[in-house]
């Protein structure tokens, strides 16, 4: 009786020791998420800058784009006034030669 | 409970409080990887929209750059093509006036006329160019006539001899000089330019 006894108490012991290891591995195991998360946070610094100029490369090719359309757009708009302009070149200077020699100040 | 069942039931709760623990330590560590996760999403999210607004800010501005270049270049080219209406609208008129048509005829009475009705006096001194002035001479007495009709009283003019450098038109003083009347082709152009040079630009660039 004494010895069952004595091996329940030894029992005991090593479900302690075996208590004490889960905790030590739940340490460990934050521990090591804590060491992943920092390393999460400094990869994500580290490629941030890269991924900044990607973005940004992108937003200004889709930038250019819109540049040249407008500045086409423009010179469109411009000519096409100027060839409207030209062929009432000659009607205004007729209204202005008959404003001139025709009515007083 | 025999001593047998105990060691059986410690073993058991051992274990369960081992997984117990080892379960819970698996959650920490998840959360712990997720919220850096997530952290460094918000962090590159808000990274970028700062960079977007800073791009888009930018481009605005080259925007607004390139909408008041054109802007100008616009003006530029209005203003150009009104300069080669003038500089024509000059060469008819001076060709007018040199073609000697009763139409311009017309106008160079009708520019003195203007001229002694808006000064105030009876005496007046007409200045042309040298072509003009035959003109002028042989019409002054007619001219003479109806400024006193329309100033309602007399009206003496006189012909100055000094050629004045215009293409067209007649300068108008009074006797004294002090005061006089601009109204050749040129001030005539020029007062055009002042006033109606915006209708000429509509004219010219009304949408079709």
């Not at chain 1, 819109?66 to 708009?77: D, I, T």
Request: charged share 40%; with cysteine.
């Amino acid at each position: 009786m004494t010895a069952k006894i004595q091996d329940l108490i030894e029992e005991e012991r090593r479900a302690e020791r075996k208590i004490q290891q889960a905790e030590l591995q739940a340490i460990q195991l934050k521990k090591e998420a804590e060491e992943m998360a920092y390393s999460i946070m400094q990869e994500n610094d580290a490629h941030m800058e890269e991924f900044l100029e990607h973005e940004t490369a992108s937003m200004n090719k889709e930038f250019q784009k819109k540049k040249k359309a407008l500045e086409r757009e423009n010179e469109e708009k411009v000519a096409k006034l100027m060839e409207q302009a030209d062929k009432k070149r000659l009607r205004v200077v007729r209204i202005v030669v008959e404003t001139i020699l025709g009515e007083g100040k | 409970m025999s001593i047998e069942n105990l060691r059986v039931s410690l073993q058991k709760s051992v274990e369960l409080e081992i997984q117990n623990i080892l379960q819970k330590a698996r959650e920490e560590a998840e959360r712990i990887m997720n919220e850096a996760k997530m952290k460094a999403e918000r962090m590159k999210k808000a990274k970028l929209e700062d960079r977007i607004e800073e791009v888009k800010k930018k481009e605005e501005n080259e925007l607004a750059t390139i909408r008041s270049n054109q802007r100008l270049k616009l003006l530029k080219a209005k203003d150009e093509i009104l300069q080669e209406i003038f500089v024509e609208a000059r060469k008819k008129l001076e060709e007018e006036a040199e073609s000697a048509k009763p139409r311009y005829f017309r106008f160079l009475q009708e520019s003195i006329v203007a001229g002694l009705t808006r000064l105030s006096g009876e005496r007046f001194v007409i200045f042309t160019n040298e072509r003009d002035m035959k003109s002028i001479e042989k019409a002054l007495e007619g001219i003479e006539t109806k400024a006193t009709e329309m100033k309602k009283g007399n009206v003496a003019l006189e012909l100055s001899s000094r050629n004045l450098k215009t293409i067209g038109g007649a300068l108008v003083c009074t006797q004294d000089q002090n005061r006089c009347y601009n109204d050749t082709i040129e001030a005539r152009l020029e007062e055009y330019r002042e006033i109606h040079a915006s209708k000429a630009i509509e004219i010219l660039f009304k949408e079709e």
